[in-house]
């Protein structure tokens, strides 16, 4: 399905439009109050994107010393090309870790790869353990934002969702109520499992120290509890030194949920004899990453920190919510990763899902110029010939006319012709102007017109 | 900086006073207001002579490759930006009431053809070239002004259309709710995803209507066409208008 269509049904979904108007307006307005207090943080941004680039652009040298500093702590690397061999190596290190179970921190990497799909066509039951992605498991449903999965559910949703899913009976929509009722359920798996699954905001190639951030604590029981702990990680999430961290993480904390500092910071290196996991697995990811790499203007990509800065302040996101980009990662950043990890064979609708407002670009904190990428890709996307069939010959005729003073001015006369259609309805395909908006008319002089008779 | 023409009932003159001579301006009318929109090309005339510029008007020019650069034709964006380069070669200066036009000249061009052409868009020529934000106009009318995206985020032309405005007689200038915020055209994407597109017209149609304002004005009738469109077909009762008509009314 396209864009426009999947979002055309979204648009329709007025609890969907109630919601995100009033959880992006205050997120907004949150990151722009604590983004104020930081003097220099423009240069706090251009420092983000120093470091994400400076690992890109050395990417093989780094990931060969995060697996050097990883093995030489007590954990093991394993390499995936893709998804498939990314889910059979977590698989099966959970099948031999034993008992059938795992539970699983928020990632989107997982998402991305359909983790939790293989696990349990593998026999292994996943349990998501982040409050919003344990909503949108229990509803068999999807995220539909980077960071507030179930940005699209209100609390009485998830009241009933409860009481189906988890045995709860007379639950209030308090949001105390609702986070006591995932806490019952949650503890127990806590304690019980074996395996825990996450993914990795950062990892660094100099220490081997994986980073993952989180608010409610629950990623951090995963990280420590079970006695196998797997980490899933996009190549890109490498920085190359310790110190990075900083930056990074003044950045993302801002941007994303608009606090200065997020309440759960988790940083391990390998393991530790007698603290935490007694087995540590790295896996990392490229699933078309190297690919993305490759492609000079579309790389800045790679260096994104999931902050959904972006997604909150886009004018499209804010109306069409998440499930409209069909695709793990939403919103600005979204159309310009989804069609890239995808070789730009599927997604191509996404690179047009935007006005090119240039709001994005101004929150994102490693400076990603989404409105450049998002023009070159629609350049990738009709140069591979998965433009919208009758565009190209359109577009290059009108090139044509506009390349010679002569045919443009016949044009222009032309368009008078237009006059005589009526305002409100145009055929195909402007008519999907005229569904909304009366048409100009061609006044009968030109501007052109007008200077020759009084200027020239 | 202070306009020259601060507290005067009206301008006196070539704003030699600023910059010591008459500034030859080359305008780059855009294609769409040249065919669509004349009057606002009548405008910035008007307004650039009526501070002492001397305004030339290249006949051979066309389109700047905006629209095919946007919707993926870099080829044929690169041959009109070629063209165009070619045809204000001669300019010391180019204005242009499009702000969008002007944005891909300036943004896209040093990627596209390597070149960029000495374009100022209207309103920041006005104020932040020549130092004028009094140009002597009067608009009797309540006018709420639209920043659009291009203006806002990519020219960054600041609050240069604001300070012209400020200084119109009569005008009685309102307050737009969330002004910043795009409303929904962005070229092919109005046709594409013409859905999203309407529901944010929707959104700044409201705030125009909100504010009272009889006016919805802009730097870009590009954005303002889409506006305007929607406040026709829904009978709104409040209009478009290109900031330069405004300027040059008295």
């Known amino acids: 399905m396209s864009f426009a269509t999947a979002a055309a049904a979204a648009l329709r979904d007025t609890q969907l439009r109630h919601n995100l108007t009033n959880a992006t307006s205050t997120i907004r307005a949150r990151r722009s109050a604590v983004v104020a207090e930081v003097p220099d943080w423009e240069a706090l941004r251009s420092e983000g994107a120093r470091i994400k680039d400076s690992a890109l652009l050395d990417l093989d040298r780094q990931l060969q010393r995060l697996e050097q500093s990883v093995s030489a702590s007590g954990g093991i690397v394993h390499w995936a090309r893709d998804a498939a061999e990314a889910n059979a190596i977590v698989a099966g290190l959970a099948s031999d870790a034993g008992g059938g179970e795992a539970i699983k921190v928020k990632s989107m990497v997982t998402d991305e790869i359909g983790l939790n799909e293989a696990l349990e066509a593998a026999g292994i039951a996943a349990y998501e353990t982040d409050l919003a992605e344990l909503i949108v498991q229990l509803g068999d449903d999807r995220p539909s934002h980077i960071l507030v999965p179930a940005i699209h559910r209100n609390r009485a949703e998830i009241r009933d969702l409860f009481e189906a899913k988890l045995g709860e009976r007379g639950l209030s929509t308090e949001p105390s109520a609702l986070t006591a009722a995932a806490r019952r359920y949650l503890r127990a798996r806590f304690l019980e499992v074996g395996v825990g699954i996450s993914g990795a905001n950062f990892a660094v190639a100099e220490t081997g120290t994986v980073c993952v951030v989180e608010s409610e604590g629950n990623g951090r029981m995963c990280t420590t509890l079970p006695h196998t702990l797997i980490t899933v990680m996009g190549i890109e999430k490498i920085v190359p030194r310790l110190s990075d961290l900083g930056t990074m993480l003044r950045l993302l904390a801002r941007s994303s949920t608009g606090e200065r500092m997020n309440p759960y910071t988790s940083l391990w290196t390998g393991v530790s004899e007698g603290d935490g996991p007694r087995a540590f697995h790295l896996v990392l990811l490229d699933n078309g990453r190297t690919e993305v790499l490759a492609d000079e203007v579309g790389r800045q990509a790679l260096r994104c920190i999931r902050c959904s800065a972006c997604l909150n302040v886009c004018p499209v996101y804010e109306r069409t919510g998440g499930h409209a980009y069909e695709s793990t990662y939403p919103g600005p950043i979204g159309a310009i990763l989804a069609p890239q990890l995808a070789g730009m064979r599927e997604h191509t609708s996404l690179p047009g899902a935007s006005t090119l407002c240039g709001a994005c670009y101004e929150v994102c904190p490693v400076k990603i110029e989404i409105p450049s990428i998002l023009v070159h890709l629609r350049g990738r996307v009709v140069a591979e010939g998965r433009a919208p069939r009758g565009e190209g010959p359109a577009m290059r005729a009108l090139g044509r006319i506009l390349l010679s003073r002569r045919s443009y001015e016949m044009a222009q006369r032309a368009a008078r012709i237009g006059n005589l259609t009526p305002t409100q309805r145009l055929v195909k395909p402007l008519a999907a102007w005229t569904a909304s908006r009366d048409l100009p008319r061609a006044p009968q002089q030109t501007f052109r017109g007008w200077w020759r008779a009084n200027r020239a | ?250």
């Open chain 2, 1 to 250: 900086m202070r306009s020259p023409w601060s507290g005067r009932t009206a301008p006196a003159g070539p704003d030699r006073l600023a910059l010591g001579r008459t500034v030859r301006v080359a305008l780059f009318i855009a294609c769409f207001n040249d065919t669509f929109f004349p009057a606002t090309g009548r405008a910035a005339v008007e307004v650039l002579e009526r501070v002492g510029c001397s305004v030339s008007f290249p006949e051979q020019q066309t389109c700047c490759g905006q629209l095919h650069l946007n919707t993926g034709y870099p080829e044929e964006a690169a041959r009109l930006a070629h063209r165009q380069l070619r045809v204000l070669e001669q300019a010391e200066v180019v204005v242009t009431p499009s702000a969008s036009c002007a944005g891909t000249m300036r943004e896209h061009y040093p990627r596209l053809v390597g070149e960029v052409p000495p374009v100022h868009e209207f309103c920041s020529f006005l104020v932040d070239v020549l130092g004028v934000e009094d140009v002597g106009a009067r608009f009797p009318h309540s006018v709420a002004y639209h920043p659009t995206c291009h203006s806002l985020r990519a020219l960054r032309i600041g609050d240069a259309p604001l300070r012209l405005l400020r200084n119109v007689r009569d005008i009685e200038l309102l307050e737009l709710a969330e002004a910043d915020s795009c409303c929904g055209f962005g070229g092919s994407f109005a046709v594409k995803n013409a859905d999203t597109s309407t529901a944010m017209l929707t959104d700044k149609v409201r705030h125009i209507l909100n504010s009272g304002a009889e006016v919805c004005t802009a730097a870009d009738n590009s954005c303002l066409m889409h506006i305007g469109g929607g406040l026709a077909r829904q009978r709104a009762g409040a209009r478009t208008m290109h900031v330069a008509e405004i300027l040059a009314a008295a």
